[in-house]
């Protein structure tokens, strides 16, 4: 992180307060911004969603933001009234230690479920969380921390984009190793650059970002309460709005950046030993390949014949088959890892050890599917299904 180029003008800082059993990780998190920024938002689509998300959808988009606060062990969902008054109360003891309104500064929270926040502990946190704000990379390091809860490692990207204005910066962050399904955001995710942006801009790119990264992901299928992606702008690199070219390109890089950060979360899913990469054309459209890669990643018989290294085919076909998706079996066909296995109808003569082996040794097992219907095209990213995940997901209370 030494040698990373943060976007100017943002302060970070991340540490333990006191929600989180283990006082080595931290749990509370700020990402402020120095200037007003724009932000935009895309969120949970699952009805059951927490306080916080409510906060952000009413105050976005909005162009005075400054500050994203974040905390980790507590989801703040089902909590009723109280848990809306909770997050009241996390804005305003941020607000005031910036001296902003209340308004400006947007909340995440993740961790269990219906339980209320312990604001004895939250009240005070943002105290010392605003006394250590810091534009370093290893307080920058310290907020990715504090976002995470089932996580293994801190999830960030990084780009420095050319314009015909100079660089512009954007660093994301996002945690996710479970209760991830395909259904915006997945996850939470903050992505700070100091570009100008437009607003509606700003809000259209980062929902095609988002259909294109986090809706293409999967752990279990299971979409979350709390599911946040959240874009700050602030302008500091130049101050001039990007339009034509150079907008194209922060938009792709934005893209990029963001299916390089949604492919971390099921990488790092809960007692996976595998990213599956599932891609599908030749379907009437790219809506039908969708379906029908969502249909294989979403399959448990398949997860777990990845799990075990073993080019179970018929799973993977029948997954396909059942996709609510129309095409003709003769046209069909199946590579995994780059070894045919079914046209025509039925299986291809294949060595069953040396793809096994190619399973075995490789974190991404690719999943490629041809239906030969047209030129529809989708790709998604799933995590294999273990005998660990079960053993987690049974001890662990959500």
């Given at each position: ?87 009241v109360a996390m804005v305003s003891a941020v607000a005031d230690e910036l001296k902003i309104d209340n308004e400006q500064v ?293």
């Amino acid at each position: 992180m030494s040698n990373v180029e943060l976007p100017l003008g943002y302060l970070f800082s991340g540490h333990h307060s006191g929600v989180k059993t283990d006082e080595t990780s931290p749990d509370y998190s700020i990402f402020a911004s120095e200037v007003d920024a724009l932000c935009v938002g895309v969120f949970t689509q699952n009805l059951v969603c927490a306080a916080p998300v409510e906060w952000c959808r009413d105050h976005t988009p909005h162009v005075t933001c400054r500050a994203i606060v974040v905390n980790s062990g507590n989801a703040n969902a089902c909590t009723g009234q109280q848990g809306r008054q909770d997050v009241v109360a996390m804005v305003s003891a941020v607000a005031d230690e910036l001296k902003i309104d209340n308004e400006q500064v947007l909340v995440m929270s993740t961790g269990i479920i219906g339980v209320h926040l312990e604001m004895d502990k939250l009240g005070p946190a943002a105290h010392t969380g605003c006394i250590q704000l810091d534009s370093t990379p290893a307080a920058f390091l310290a907020a990715a921390q504090g976002i995470l809860t089932t996580d293994k490692s801190e999830k960030i990207v990084h780009r420095c984009i050319e314009t015909s204005q100079g660089v512009v910066r954007l660093t994301a962050v996002a945690k996710g190793a479970g209760m991830i399904g395909p259904n915006m955001a997945t996850m939470l995710a903050c992505v700070l650059t100091d570009a100008e942006l437009g607003i509606e801009d700003a809000q259209r790119m980062l929902t095609v970002s988002a259909n294109e990264s986090f809706n293409c992901i999967s752990v279990e299928g299971h979409t979350s309460t709390n599911d946040t992606l959240l874009l700050m702008a602030n302008g500091k690199a130049n101050g001039t709005v990007l339009a034509g070219g150079d907008l194209q390109t922060f938009a792709d890089e934005l893209t990029s950046a963001l299916i390089e950060l949604a492919k971390m979360i099921p990488a790092d899913g809960e007692g996976a030993t595998h990213l599956m990469e599932i891609s599908v054309s030749g379907a009437a459209g790219d809506s039908d390949a969708r379906k029908v890669a969502d249909s294989v990643g979403a399959s448990n018989l398949v997860k777990t014949c990845v799990a075990g290294a073993d080019p179970n085919w018929g799973r993977i076909v029948s997954a396909a088959g059942y996709a609510g998706v129309d095409f003709d079996l003769k046209d069909l066909q199946l590579e995994l890892n780059g070894f045919l296995l079914f046209r025509n109808e039925m299986p291809i003569k294949f060595d069953d050890t040396e793809v096994s082996n190619s399973m075995q040794n490789t974190f991404v097992t690719n999943i490629d599917l041809v239906l030969g219907q047209g030129t529809g095209r989708a790709t998604i990213w799933s995590s294999d299904l273990t005998c660990e995940y079960v053993k987690f997901n049974s001890d662990y209370h959500t």
